[in-house]
């Protein structure tokens, strides 16, 4: 029992290690994907990489203020 | 051809980072209590993690449709590769220790030191190790490799990993503490969140520019912004 907890939050841990950066990472792609199905313009998902590279440096950040 | 070799660079070093931790619980366990049951141990989870690869590897490339299947498996590489990068950053600007294999080899031991059942601990420590340790490669691989179509190439990146960590760990005998494993996950984070990005992004629908050549810029785009982090929150590295 105590192995498969360990492999269950192992498999959460996979995509999981702040649910607010997650969340928002789903909200950039699911916003991302409500306007690439709109707008079928070359080269839209990099607005998209802008939008998650921003929120990586966002949260990292936050982290830090956190730890500090 | 692009496509392929980021698939076979993000399985090699992933497996790489997982396998040195892995090797440093095996070799504790072996050293400390005997080889027997450890190496039946590892077997037994990389048996285990051999069947997660074929059973859900061959679902994913036979059942799933190529949109979905870029869709819903890039935004997870996205996930995983931004957790790893996330991580890197926080260990890179020197507000995270770097992980320490000798640590992690002492810690091992200290905990078989009051272990009676030598034989049983010995084979459930190095199996729960290595099978934990291993699913990150799972994913890695079947992800990559799934929506590659590349399955085998992936397979083969991670295996050629593993082989050449453990064949490092029987000629050295100790935990390789020099290996950068930092600098690995913070390169497999970048490659990773740059294919799930390039996949994601195709399953919505969208086309890229000049096709495979645009995980390069994506790539840019990530290690541009992730150094960005690290001169914004940058510490004194710790201990």
Known sequence: MKFLKAAASEVIGLFVGDWTQTIVSIVILAAGWLVVSRIHQIGIGFIV?????????????????RRA | MGTQLFTFGAAFLGSAVESVEALTIVLAVGLTRGWRSSLYGTVAALVALAVLVVLFGQVIVARVPESTLKLVIGTLIVLFGLRWLHKAILRSAGLVAHHDEEKSYEETISELKGAVRQDWVAFTICFKGVFLEGLEVVFIVIAVGGTSKGLPVAVAGGL?????????????????????ENTLKYAVGIILTSLGTFWGVEGMGAIWPLDFVSIFVLAALYFGASRLAVTMIRRPVLA
């Open chain 2, 160 to 180: 050629l990993a593993m082989i050449a960590v453990a064949a490092t760990g029987v000629v050295v005998r100790k935990p390789l503490a020099q290996v950068p």
């Open chain 1, 49 to 65: 990489a802008v939008a998650l590279a921003a929120q990586l440096v966002i949260a990292t950040r936050l982290e830090a203020r």
